[in-house]
Protein backbone atom coordinates (compact mmCIF):
# COMPACT_ATOMS: atom_id res chain seq x y z
CA UNK A 1 0.00 0.00 0.00
CA UNK A 2 1.74 3.33 -1.07
CA UNK A 3 0.83 6.53 1.05
CA UNK A 4 2.25 9.84 0.18
CA UNK A 5 2.03 12.33 3.06
CA UNK A 6 2.56 16.13 2.23
CA UNK A 7 3.10 18.90 5.11
CA UNK A 8 4.74 22.31 5.01
CA UNK A 9 1.84 24.39 3.74
CA UNK A 10 1.38 27.71 4.95
CA UNK A 11 1.15 31.52 4.59
CA UNK A 12 3.86 32.93 3.49
CA UNK A 13 4.88 36.58 2.11
CA UNK A 14 5.95 37.37 -1.58
CA UNK A 15 9.71 37.57 -2.01
CA UNK A 16 9.60 34.74 1.06
CA UNK A 17 10.72 30.86 1.20
CA UNK A 18 9.29 27.45 2.63
CA UNK A 19 9.46 24.01 2.12
CA UNK A 20 6.89 21.42 1.44
CA UNK A 21 7.94 17.57 2.48
CA UNK A 22 6.23 14.69 0.84
CA UNK A 23 6.60 11.78 3.18
CA UNK A 24 6.26 8.27 1.38
CA UNK A 25 5.39 4.85 2.05
CA UNK A 26 6.20 2.30 -1.22
CA UNK A 27 5.54 -1.15 0.23
CA UNK A 28 6.26 -3.00 -2.77
CA UNK A 29 5.89 -0.52 -5.06
CA UNK A 30 8.97 0.37 -7.27
CA UNK A 31 8.54 4.35 -8.20
CA UNK A 32 10.12 5.78 -11.38
CA UNK A 33 9.52 9.27 -10.69
CA UNK A 34 8.47 11.29 -8.29
CA UNK A 35 7.21 15.00 -8.50
CA UNK A 36 4.93 17.22 -7.57
CA UNK A 37 1.78 19.07 -9.03
CA UNK A 38 -0.42 21.99 -7.97
CA UNK A 39 -3.78 23.13 -8.74
CA UNK A 40 -5.95 26.25 -7.90
CA UNK A 41 -10.06 26.71 -8.34
CA UNK A 42 -11.41 25.72 -11.60
CA UNK A 43 -7.85 24.86 -13.12
CA UNK A 44 -6.68 21.87 -14.13
CA UNK A 45 -3.51 20.39 -12.12
CA UNK A 46 -0.31 21.64 -13.16
CA UNK A 47 3.39 20.22 -13.27
CA UNK A 48 5.84 21.84 -10.75
CA UNK A 49 8.49 19.51 -10.68
CA UNK A 50 10.02 15.92 -10.81
CA UNK A 51 12.35 13.76 -9.81
CA UNK A 52 13.59 10.10 -11.70
CA UNK A 53 14.09 7.94 -8.74
CA UNK A 54 17.15 5.72 -10.28
CA UNK A 55 19.50 9.11 -10.75
CA UNK A 56 17.76 11.72 -9.15
CA UNK A 57 17.39 13.68 -12.29
CA UNK A 58 15.06 16.28 -12.20
CA UNK A 59 12.91 18.54 -13.97
CA UNK A 60 10.90 21.66 -13.97
CA UNK A 61 8.41 23.48 -15.23
CA UNK A 62 9.45 27.19 -16.85
CA UNK A 63 7.25 28.83 -14.43
CA UNK A 64 9.25 27.89 -11.38
CA UNK A 65 12.83 26.89 -13.02
CA UNK A 66 15.45 28.91 -10.96
CA UNK A 67 13.31 29.32 -7.97
CA UNK A 68 12.06 25.99 -6.65
CA UNK A 69 14.21 22.80 -5.90
CA UNK A 70 13.17 19.33 -5.19
CA UNK A 71 15.26 17.24 -3.40
CA UNK A 72 15.08 13.91 -1.35
CA UNK A 73 15.90 12.14 1.88
CA UNK A 74 16.99 8.37 0.44
CA UNK A 75 17.23 7.74 4.97
CA UNK A 76 13.18 7.89 5.38
CA UNK A 77 11.75 7.93 1.32
CA UNK A 78 11.10 11.96 1.89
CA UNK A 79 10.64 14.16 -1.42
CA UNK A 80 10.88 17.76 -0.51
CA UNK A 81 10.19 21.39 -2.46
CA UNK A 82 12.11 23.68 -1.39
CA UNK A 83 10.51 27.04 -2.94
CA UNK A 84 12.38 30.32 -2.92
CA UNK A 85 11.06 33.94 -3.97
CA UNK A 86 7.74 32.92 -3.52
CA UNK A 87 5.04 34.76 -5.79
CA UNK A 88 1.08 35.37 -5.64
CA UNK A 89 0.61 32.88 -8.81
CA UNK A 90 2.35 30.10 -6.98
CA UNK A 91 -0.35 30.00 -4.23
CA UNK A 92 -2.17 26.36 -4.40
CA UNK A 93 -2.66 22.99 -2.99
CA UNK A 94 0.36 21.10 -3.95
CA UNK A 95 0.43 17.34 -4.28
CA UNK A 96 3.11 14.73 -4.29
CA UNK A 97 2.49 12.18 -6.72
CA UNK A 98 4.23 8.89 -7.50
CA UNK A 99 4.39 7.10 -10.91
CA UNK A 100 5.81 3.23 -11.42
CA UNK A 101 6.73 4.45 -15.23
CA UNK A 102 6.27 7.29 -17.09
CA UNK A 103 5.16 5.88 -20.51
CA UNK A 104 5.39 9.83 -22.26
CA UNK A 105 5.28 12.70 -20.50
CA UNK A 106 6.94 13.35 -16.85
CA UNK A 107 4.64 16.85 -16.57
CA UNK A 108 1.41 14.52 -17.54
CA UNK A 109 -0.26 14.17 -14.31
CA UNK A 110 -2.32 10.68 -16.04
CA UNK A 111 1.09 9.55 -15.73
CA UNK A 112 1.39 9.30 -12.33
CA UNK A 113 0.14 6.33 -9.99
CA UNK A 114 -0.56 7.41 -6.55
CA UNK A 115 -1.10 10.52 -4.80
CA UNK A 116 -1.04 11.94 -1.67
CA UNK A 117 -3.81 14.39 -0.01
CA UNK A 118 -2.20 18.09 -0.64
CA UNK A 119 -0.95 20.98 1.45
CA UNK A 120 -2.12 24.41 0.87
CA UNK A 121 0.52 27.34 -0.15
CA UNK A 122 -0.84 31.01 0.15
CA UNK A 123 1.48 33.77 -0.95
CA UNK A 124 -0.04 37.03 0.22
CA UNK A 125 1.26 40.10 1.99
Known amino acids: QVQLVESGGELVQPGGSLRLSCAAS????????MAWFRQTPGKEREFVAS????????YYAESVKGRFTISRDDADNTVYLRMRNVKPEDTAVYYCAAANYVRDRISDQAEYDYWGQGTQVTVSS
Open 26 to 33: FGTFSASF
Open 51 to 58: MRWNDAAT
